[in-house]
């Protein structure tokens, strides 16, 4: 597929990006320079370093351009626009993506958001506010549960299966990531960053 | 968590290739540390206001953040000079 060269000069920075015609094409997407995101959630690079992808209030985007333009991309869930949570790319293969949904649990693409599916198998609630997968095994994932079912889900198969862990970060958490750092006990950290700051716990429990 | 504001925590943001290095967005501004959230050091010319930061999974130095009101802006240096996307 042709890539088309753009250049961007913005205040002063030279940014070379690459618009790719076989995502300009797809289905159930909407194409907007600046669309009304309202409340910004996350913001996350898929694993090749191409797509970036915004999860907000009125859905989730994706950009091709570094961010300069934007396509709302189409979730098959009840509501036309879930609010999305979290947005968690597979570090290692840039088809795979979670997002988490403050009314449709967690979604699920693995050919880079052309179909999904929804992975709750498990989860004690559909409002997800936090996803975070492990850099060292990807088919390892925690999610945030709050309200009904509240807590931390553990997944270790991509999703076909959580399991209540704990009760997860105190607080409102707005963000929660695996981070390859290891705790001494086997395990690596959660970082949750939160109402009242940036915490951690080790993920092995 | 030396050097950042007592204050919620928006966005989260890791370096794939060394995870000792992370960014935190909150309304203070971005905020890096390189040693695994020990201390943490202000985005002299950063945005304020910011939801959500990013890092290129291919260019680590390469850092995106939005703010609340919607602006895309980006670091080539790993958070030393921010500029907006037009």
Known sequence: MAKILKLIVSTGVIVAAYAHGAA?????????????????????????????????????????????????????????SPDVMAVT??????????????????????????TWSEVNSGLGGLDVHGLAIDPNAPN?????????GEGLYRTTNGGQR?????????GETKVLTSVNLATGMGGIYLYAGTAEGLQRNPDCF | MGGLPTSTVDGFAVDPTDA?????????????????????????????????????????????????????V???????QWAAMR
């Open chain 1, 140 to 148: 390892k994932l925690h999610a945030l549960v709050r309200d009904k």
């Open chain 1, 24 to 80: 300009a094409a797809r289905a159930g997407e909407t194409q907007s320079a600046r669309p009304a995101f309202e409340h910004v959630h996350a913001l996350a690079f898929d694993a090749g370093g191409r797509s970036v992808w915004l999860g907000a209030h009125t859905g989730l985007f994706r950009s091709e351009d570094c961010g300069v333009s934007w396509r709302k991309v189409a979730l098959p869930v009840m509501h036309s």
């Open chain 1, 162 to 170: 959580w399991v209540r862990v704990d009760d997860g970060p105190a």
């Open chain 1, 89 to 114: 790319p597979d570090p290692r293969d840039a088809a795979v993506l979670y997002v988490a949904t403050h009314e449709a649990g967690v979604l699920k693409t693995t050919d880079g958001g052309r």
């Open chain 2, 74 to 80: 980006r670091s080539p240096d790993g958070g030393a």
């Open chain 2, 20 to 72: 000792k290095v992370m960014y935190v967005a909150m309304r203070n501004g971005i905020f890096r540390s390189d040693n695994g959230g020990w201390t943490w050091t202000a985005a002299a010319n950063g945005p304020k206001n910011v939801a959500a930061v990013a890092v290129n999974a291919k260019k680590p130095n390469e850092v995106y953040a939005v703010t609340m009101d919607g602006v895309i």
